[in-house]
C-alpha cells in the first residue's frame, strides 16, 4: 500500500499535474457557484481539451471539476435558497435558516470542513477497500435497487419538517411527476400534454430552481419591508464557528461519510440519496429533532459529508469494474476509453500509475479546495451585505441563466414559473418540497427496477423479500415508518398517569 501511494504522489507531484488539478477543482467550484450549470456541463465542455493530455493528467482534471462543483454547490444553497443540485437542496434546509440568522459564514466553514472529512474518508476506502467493495456493489441487482430507493424515499419522508404524514404525501407527489415524460417499456408518451419538451421528463434544474431558488424570492417580496432581510455588516470573527459548533457537528460529519461512501458505490444512487439517508439519520438520533429545519448544525454537516463521500465513492465502480454509476461517471469512463485505457479489473494492475495518481490527485485536490474556500468565506457572506433590492433580480437572473443553459430551452423558464407557483403554495401550507424533489429524481429509476425485477421473478413480488440484502431495505422501511407511531402511542401512554 505505501509503495502504491508513493507512486501515485510522484505521478502527481509534478508542476504540469498539479496545475491541471489546481484548474480542475478551482473550475470545478466556481461552475458550483452558479446555480443550474453544474458539473455535468462543464466537464462536457472541457473534455475537448484533455485529448492532448496524458490519459492520468486527463482523468485528474475531469475529476477536479467533478467534485470541485460538490463544494460549490452548497455556497448559494446557504447564502440565497437556490440550490444547483438535489443533493444541494437538502443543505439549504439548515444552511438557509442559519445564513438568515446571521451565521453563513459558520455554515460555510462547517459544510467545507464536512466536504473535506466525508471526501478524506471515501479516499481511505478507496485506497483500502476498493476491490472488495465493487465485488459487494455487484451483489446488487434490480429487486436491492428498488428496495435501496424505497428506503431512500422513506427516509426523505422522515427529513420533511413536521408530521411524517406529509412527508410521505409529498413523496408521493414526486413519484407521480416522475412519470412524466416516455415510458420506459412501451416507448409511449404520458402526461406530456402535448409539449415535445416534456417527451424527457421534467427539468429536475427547472423543478429545483422553481420550488426553492425563485419561491424563496417571492416569498421575501410578499412580506412587508421591515421583515426582509437587510444589509448588514459581517464581523471577522462572526465568520467562523465556536467550538461548541465544532462539536456538534463532528459527529454527524462521522456518520455521513459511510453512508455516503457505501451509497456512493452503488449505481445510480450516488450523492442525492446519500444526502437524504445522512440527514434523516440525523433526524433520528438527535434528542432534539424539532431544531431541523430551522438551522440545524447537524443539519449540514451530515448531508454535506456524505455527498462528498458518495462522489469520490462514485469512481470505485467505474474504475474497477468499468460500470458507470451516472452520467457524469460515464464521461469519466469515456475519456479513459479515448485515452485506450480500458477500465475494470486489469486497470489496477496494468496502469497503476493512472488509478494510484487519481487517488493521490483526490487528497491533493480535497487540500486545495479547503485552502482556497476558507479564505473566501468573508467573500461569499459579503453577497448577504448586498441590499435585497438589488440581490433578488441578480438572483432571478442565475436562475434563469442556469436554467436556460442545461437545454438551451426556454420552456425550461416556463417550467420555472409553473414550479415557483406551486413552491409558494407548498411554503404557505408549509409542505417542505424537498421530499418531493427525491421522487422526482428516484421515480424513473424505481419503475426501472421494479418492471426489471417483476419481469425476472415471472409476476412474484415476494422475490423483494426472498433476497436477503432487499429484504433487510424493506425491513429498515418498515421500521422508520412504524417508528414514529410507536414512540407517538408511547409518549401518550407517558403523559396520561402523569396527568
Not at 498539479?18 to 458539473?39: E, F, H, K, N, R
Not at 456524505?306 to 469515456?334: R, Y
Not at 417542505?432 to 425476472?456: F, Q
Request: net charge positive; charged share 10%; proline share 6%.
Amino acid at each position: 500500500m505505501i509503495a502504491n501511494l508513493a507512486l501515485g504522489f510522484g505521478e502527481v507531484l509534478t508542476l504540469t499535474t498539479l496545475a491541471y488539478c489546481l484548474m480542475g477543482v478551482t473550475v470545478g467550484m466556481l461552475i458550483g457557484v452558479l446555480p443550474g450549470i453544474g458539473a455535468m456541463a462543464a466537464i462536457s465542455m472541457l473534455m475537448p481539451l484533455t485529448f492532448y493530455l496524458e490519459p492520468g493528467q486527463a482523468l485528474i482534471m475531469l475529476a477536479g471539476i467533478y467534485y470541485g462543483a460538490q463544494y460549490g454547490n452548497s455556497i448559494t444553497s446557504i447564502l440565497l435558497n437556490v440550490p444547483g443540485t438535489p443533493s444541494s437542496a437538502i443543505t439549504a434546509l439548515d444552511g438557509y435558516p442559519l445564513s438568515k440568522q446571521g451565521k453563513a459564514g459558520p455554515a460555510i466553514f462547517i459544510t467545507t470542513a464536512a466536504s473535506f472529512f466525508g471526501s478524506c474518508f471515501a479516499i481511505v476506502c478507496l485506497a483500502f477497500f476498493s476491490p472488495a467493495i465493487a465485488t459487494f456493489a455487484l451483489r446488487f441487482g434490480s429487486v436491492e435497487y428498488f428496495s435501496l430507493m424505497v428506503f431512500g424515499l422513506i427516509t426523505a419522508s422522515v427529513v420533511a419538517p413536521g408530521s411524517q404524514l406529509k412527508g410521505i404525501a409529498m413523496v408521493l407527489v414526486g413519484l407521480v411527476l416522475g412519470l412524466v415524460g416516455t415510458d420506459i417499456t412501451t416507448a409511449t408518451f404520458r402526461f406530456t400534454f402535448g409539449f415535445i419538451e416534456m417527451t424527457d421528463g421534467l427539468t429536475l434544474v427547472a423543478v429545483a430552481m422553481g420550488v426553492f431558488g425563485a419561491t424563496e424570492v417571492i416569498t421575501n417580496l410578499s412580506r412587508p419591508k421591515h421583515e426582509r432581510g437587510s444589509a448588514q455588516k459581517v464581523r471577522f470573527r462572526e465568520l467562523f464557528p465556536t467550538g461548541q459548533d465544532m462539536r456538534r457537528a463532528f459527529k454527524p460529519m462521522a456518520r455521513g461519510a459511510p453512508i455516503g461512501t457505501f451509497l456512493g458505490v452503488m449505481p445510480g444512487a450516488g450523492a442525492t440519496i446519500s444526502a437524504f439517508v445522512a440527514y434523516g439519520v440525523e433526524t433520528r438520533v438527535a434528542r432534539d429533532r424539532n431544531r431541523f429545519g430551522k438551522g440545524a448544525i447537524e443539519g449540514i454537516a451530515a448531508p454535506e459529508s456524505a455527498n462528498n463521500a458518495a462522489a469520490q465513492g462514485a469512481f470505485i465502480p467505474t474504475l474497477s469494474l468499468g460500470i458507470p454509476g451516472d452520467a457524469i461517471m460515464a464521461l469519466m469512463l469515456g475519456a479513459l476509453l479515448i485515452h485506450g485505457v480500458q477500465p475494470g479489473p486489469q486497470l489496477i494492475s496494468e496502469n497503476p500509475e493512472i488509478f494510484w495518481g487519481l487517488l493521490a490527485s483526490f487528497w491533493i485536490g480535497n487540500l486545495m479546495l479547503l485552502i482556497m474556500n476558507i479564505p473566501m468565506i468573508g467573500v461569499w457572506v459579503r453577497i448577504l451585505t448586498i441590499p435585497y433590492r438589488y440581490l433578488f433580480p441578480c438572483v432571478l437572473m442565475l436562475v434563469c441563466v442556469g436554467v436556460y443553459s442545461v437545454n438551451n430551452s426556454a420552456f425550461d423558464l416556463m417550467l420555472v414559473f409553473v414550479f415557483t407557483v406551486v413552491g409558494f403554495a407548498l411554503s404557505v401550507t408549509r409542505l417542505s418540497p424537498a421530499p418531493m424533489l427525491l421522487g422526482i429524481v428516484l421515480g424513473v429509476m424505481m419503475e426501472d427496477n421494479l418492471k426489471r425485477a417483476m419481469l425476472l421473478s415471472r409476476g412474484d413480488p415476494m422475490v423483494f423479500f426472498e433476497r436477503p440484502i432487499s429484504a433487510t431495505l424493506l425491513g429498515l422501511s418498515a421500521v422508520l415508518l412504524v417508528l414514529p407511531l410507536v414512540m407517538a402511542i408511547v409518549r401518550r401512554t407517558r403523559k396520561g398517569p402523569a396527568e
